[in-house]
Nanobody, 126 residues
């Protein structure tokens, strides 16, 4: 019954910025660790960023550190990925994911996440 919906993707030039949002319905987002993943055509889904249910732990993939910021607003049931200094290699479908309560850590593996959004396309031109 938990549903996730991403928005904010689009086409930008290299060096530009996008702000992705994930709206959660069916259950309060505050109970979930939340993650962002991305997948380009012909490639495996890869970890981008994740945040603990209480915001106490934040993890980033090495290739986005210093450029992307994950945040959450539990009162609004949303999770945001602010993407700055975008590069063409950032082009992919970006997915929001929720990890059910129970784990004592924030996972970077897709298999740990129980709910997924439909994805939003991010395209960065040279």
């Amino acid at each position: 019954q938990v549903q996730l919906a991403e928005s904010g993707g689009g086409l930008v030039q290299a060096g530009g910025s996008l702000r992705l949002s994930c709206a959660v319905s069916g259950r309060a987002v505050s109970v979930y660790d939340m993650g962002w993943f991305r997948q380009a055509p012909g490639k495996e889904r890869e970890f981008v960023a994740a945040i603990r249910w209480n915001g106490g732990i934040v993890k980033y993939a090495d290739f986005v550190k210093g450029r992307f910021t994950i945040s959450r607003d539990n009162a609004e049931n949303t999770v945001t990925l602010q993407m700055n200094s975008l590069k063409p290699e950032d082009t992919a479908v970006y997915y929001c994911a929720a990890d059910s309560p129970g784990s004592g850590y924030v996972s970077i593996g897709p298999a740990a996440y129980d709910y997924w959004g439909q994805g939003t396309q991010v395209t960065v031109s040279s």
